[in-house]
């Protein structure tokens, strides 16, 4: 039942930060701070989704890392291929 009640939860802040999301795109703030809201509750998202759903918070800490490790050289890929393009 705690499990439930847990993921209940994580689905509720989840769906209010993806309506967040909608309405700060829909609010007609300047580019750059929509983005970065938009950016970071991404990131909130799928860390909750990470941690949750595919269950690495009960994972050893050194699978953790390597996801970690994952997700830097994804991030590092796409800014280095932002400067790229010409």
């Given at each position: 039942?705690?499990?439930?009640?847990?993921?209940?939860?994580?689905?509720?802040?989840l769906f209010v930060?993806?309506?967040?999301?909608?309405?700060?795109?829909?609010?007609?703030?300047?580019?750059?701070?929509?983005?970065?809201?938009?950016?970071?509750?991404?990131?909130?998202?799928?860390?909750?989704?990470?941690?949750?759903?595919q269950h690495l918070?009960?994972?050893?800490?050194?699978?953790?890392?390597?996801?970690?490790?994952?997700?830097?050289?994804?991030?590092?890929?796409?800014?280095?291929?932002?400067?790229?393009?010409t």
């Open positions: 039942m705690t499990r439930l009640k847990l993921y209940t939860a994580i689905y509720v802040v930060s993806a309506t967040v999301q909608v309405l700060v795109e829909q609010a007609g703030l300047e580019y750059t701070a929509a983005l970065a809201i938009i950016m970071v509750l991404s990131f909130v998202k799928a860390a909750i989704v990470a941690g949750y759903y918070r009960w994972e050893p800490r050194s699978l953790t890392y390597l996801m970690g490790i994952g997700l830097l050289a994804v991030v590092a890929l796409t800014v280095a291929s932002t400067y790229s393009i």
